[in-house]
C-alpha cells in the first residue's frame, strides 16, 4: 500500500563524499539518524528521514554536508505523524 508518497525526497540535504573527513559530527547531532558510518567517511542512510534542521550543515567541520530550507521539516513531522496513524491502526508495514 503507498501512502503519501508525494511526500518522499523533498529533502535538500546534500553530502559531498570528497569532502567528507569522516569525523561522524552529523551522526552524533542528527535527530532522525540520517546519517550513518561509511568506511572511513559518512554516508546518507534515508534522505527522507531528513527534517532540514541544519544540525549537520552546522557541526560539519570540512563543509561536507549542506541542506537548504525547504519544506523537510515539514514533511518530516507529517510522514512522522502518518507512520505513528498508520502504526496503531495496524497498516504500518515493515519493522520498528
Known sequence: MKHFTYLKNVSTL????GACIGCGRCIEVCPHSVFRPSGKKVA???RDL???CG???RNCPSAAVRVSAG???ASGLITEWLSE???FRGTRSGGC
Do not use: H, W, Y
Open 14 to 17: 546534500n553530502l559531498d563524499q
Open 44 to 46: 546518507v542512510q534515508s
Open 50 to 52: 531528513c527534517m532540514e
Open 55 to 57: 544540525a549537520c550543515a
Open 71 to 73: 519544506v523537510g521539516c
Open 85 to 87: 496513524i498508520r502504526f
